[in-house]
């Protein structure tokens, strides 16, 4: 069933595997704003020759979020989303420069969000040879700054998913054989002590050593355990120089949730810690970074029929796909209260944010062919209609 949109996702492959190797090959972590802006004109460019209407959000620090759409004869409205950037900085591609090993493909950034972004464009080529349009609209969203939790393209992705009638976050799932239906969320905090430096030998008793005192709060942070709960502590640092008592120390601290009903403990916790001192003269200040953080994706009830036309349609495909669950977060918690979200639906890899991450070839063409087949589906069927819903 689906050979149609199956071959001719088939014979498209290795222009998807040329597409891979070009956006691997370029450096375009979220800081890295010259790469960015390559990878976004590079997105624009190819939504255009597919015939999309091109709009682009800019933004001076984290560069432009790119926005295709492209107009059917029908009314169901869905939203394709997906993030350009990586977590390598400049010069990683000329180190782990793309290649293929035994079927499947290593270089930076190619597990996230590379594939996203390759079948969202070949979802987009296949229907476009297939003559497909019953759709009300197709909205091709892709970011910049989703690695450092969409602080500039989070609004895009609110505005889009409000106008759309179902969303499709196009990350790759976390097992072989699922798509995501429900994700963890983030929060973060920032963890300031503030001590005197002195001579560590001549007089460090005159000294407040806010290292020690960042040791005692970390000690007390790492032994809390709350429900649900997984911490990462992110990052760690200070002192001003060798032979001092340190004046300074941070630590960024990564809170895992899997609802918001941990967050209220989490808070209470900290500002507690906050006011204790160790180290007689030190202080500490520890701060929510509201905007470094992704909610949580709850599976909601109206989600129920899209989940199960995946989980249909990739059988009857001889793709047989099962919901699934991600402990990370992502883009997918800004769109899921807008309109029925579904994550996890681009071809599968391994290992993102590692050097060893690779994407497994053999799932493109059958996850592609799948997507074709779910945007006849629902352009067909105006139960999908969001006010039906």
Not at 31 to 50: E, F, R
Request: hydrophobic share 35%; proline share 5%; net charge negative.
């Amino acid at each position: 069933m689906y050979e149609k949109e199956y071959e001719l996702v088939k014979r498209q492959y290795d222009d998807m595997i040329e597409m891979i190797r070009t956006m691997t090959s370029m450096d375009r972590g979220s800081k890295y704003l010259p790469g960015i802006m390559q990878i976004a004109d590079y997105m624009a460019n190819q939504l255009q020759q597919m015939g999309c209407e091109i709009t682009r959000h800019h933004d001076d620090i984290y560069g432009d979020t790119v926005v295709g759409r492209k107009k059917g004869k029908g009314k169901i409205k869905q939203l394709f989303f997906a993030h350009m950037d990586t977590v390598w900085p400049e010069g990683t591609v000329k180190e782990r420069p793309f290649e293929i090993r035994e079927n499947l493909a290593y270089g930076p950034g190619v597990s996230d969000c590379t594939p996203g972004l390759v079948s969202s464009l070949f979802l987009l080529r296949t229907l476009n040879e297939l003559g497909e349009d019953r759709y009300g609209e197709l909205i091709f969203l892709f970011t910049p700054d989703e690695e450092l939790c969409s602080p500039s393209s989070g609004q895009w992705t609110q505005k889009y998913s409000k106008e759309a009638d179902i969303a499709i976050c196009m990350e790759s799932p976390e097992d072989p054989g699922t798509f995501i239906s429900s994700r963890a969320g983030s929060v973060y905090y920032n963890v300031y002590v503030k001590g005197k430096m002195a001579h560590a030998a001549i007089n460090p008793e005159e000294g407040a050593n806010a290292l020690e005192e960042l040791t005692y709060k970390m000690n007390d942070i790492l032994a809390k355990k709350f429900p649900d709960v997984y911490l990462v502590v992110c990052q760690m640092s200070g002192g001003s120089g060798d032979c001092c008592v340190s004046d300074n120390g941070y630590a960024m601290l990564r809170y895992r949730i899997k609802s918001w009903d941990s967050a209220p403990q989490i808070a209470e916790f900290l500002k507690e810690e906050e006011q204790k001192t160790y180290v007689k003269g030190t202080t500490t200040s520890i701060e929510y970074w509201p905007e470094n953080g992704f909610g949580p994706m709850p599976r909601l009830p109206w989600m129920d029929d899209i989940i199960k036309l995946v989980e249909t349609t990739s059988g009857e495909m001889g793709y047989p796909l099962k919901e699934g669950y991600s402990y990370g977060g992502c883009d997918a918690s800004n769109a899921v209260l807008n309109c029925p979200t579904i994550d996890g639906m681009a071809p599968e890899s391994v290992g993102c944010h590692s050097v060893g991450e690779y994407l497994c070839l053999d799932t493109l063409v059958p996850r592609t062919a799948l997507l074709a087949v779910l945007v006849e589906k629902l352009s067909r069927d105006e139960r999908y209609l969001k006010k039906s819903l």
